[in-house]
């Protein structure tokens, strides 16, 4: 499985920015999906997940509300919209995928993207 990551860029706060996942290689098969990101300094910490076929999402506590995933493995393609991104928003993100496992967990997760680079200024 392989996984590319793009639409990052550079925002002021306020603004809005969407990511975009693509899943290649075994999409035959059922993968939950998710939007990890590392800041400078910190920890790679989870933000959004989606389920293989899109039903069920989950959200880190820092995002709810402002944050929305769509998208599955079964469609290859899943999304990131961000909406009223703030400076601590600014991170490298990146896209991983799972057969099962915690969403929250990043060991859990055995697919990863190169990352996309999101910075959010004040």
């Known amino acids: 499985v392989q996984l590319q990551a793009s639409g990052g860029g550079l925002v002021q706060a306020g603004g809005s920015l969407r990511l975009t996942c693509a899943l290649s290689?075994?999409?035959?098969?059922?993968?939950?999906m998710a939007w990890f990101r590392q800041a400078p300094g910190k920890e790679r910490e989870f933000v959004a997940g989606i389920s293989w076929s899109g039903d069920t999402s989950y959200y880190a506590d820092s995002v709810k509300g402002r944050f929305a995933v769509s998208g599955a493995s079964a469609k290859n393609r899943m999304y990131l919209q961000m909406n009223s991104l703030k400076p601590e928003d600014t991170a490298v993100y990146y896209c991983?995928?799972?057969?099962?496992?915690?969403?929250?967990?990043?060991?859990?997760?055995?697919?990863w993207g190169q990352g996309t680079l999101v910075t959010v200024s004040s």
């Open positions: 290689g075994r999409t035959g098969s059922r993968y939950s």
């Open positions: 991983a995928a799972q057969r099962s496992g915690s969403y929250e967990n990043t060991a859990s997760w055995g697919y």
